[in-house]
């Protein structure tokens, strides 16, 4: 098992910056993808961005290039997602989740993920 808590959500006004933290507890394995979603109201969950908990290439959607930095602080068993210059529609609820052994382009895929955190609210607004 692995439990996910996702943190750092907010109100913050267009251009603005956010960074959420997702803490990873249980089992944790190298082979386990750490990624980022959200979902906006109304739409389907998204991934934004994702790598390989052991290391390797970090993989981002276009909506979050060159805006969003993904990270990992294996000490703390911490995952973090660096927004920047943020947009209304960037608003969402921001997800960590792990999914075991994933490769492009099922990383991608919210329905190959394992585990879940409850979520962490972005919401981008004048």
């Known amino acids: 098992q692995v439990q996910l808590t996702e943190s750092g959500g907010g109100l913050v006004q267009p251009g603005g910056s956010l960074r959420l933290s997702c803490a990873a507890s249980g089992r944790t394995y190298g082979t386990y993808v750490m990624s980022w979603f959200r979902q906006a109201p109304g739409k389907e969950r998204e991934f934004v961005a994702g790598?390989?908990?052991?290391?390797?290439?970090?993989h981002y959607a276009d909506s979050g290039k060159n805006r969003f930095t993904f990270s990992k602080d294996k000490s703390r068993d911490t995952v973090y997602l660096q927004m920047t210059n943020l947009q209304p529609e960037d608003t969402a609820v921001y997800y960590c989740?792990?999914?075991?052994?994933?490769?492009?382009?099922?990383?991608?895929?919210?329905?190959?993920?394992?585990?879940w955190g409850q979520g962490t609210q972005v919401t981008v607004s004048s």
């Open positions: 790598s390989r908990w052991s290391g390797g290439a970090t």
């Open positions: 989740a792990a999914g075991y052994n994933l490769r492009q382009p099922a990383l991608e895929d919210p329905d190959q993920y394992n585990y």
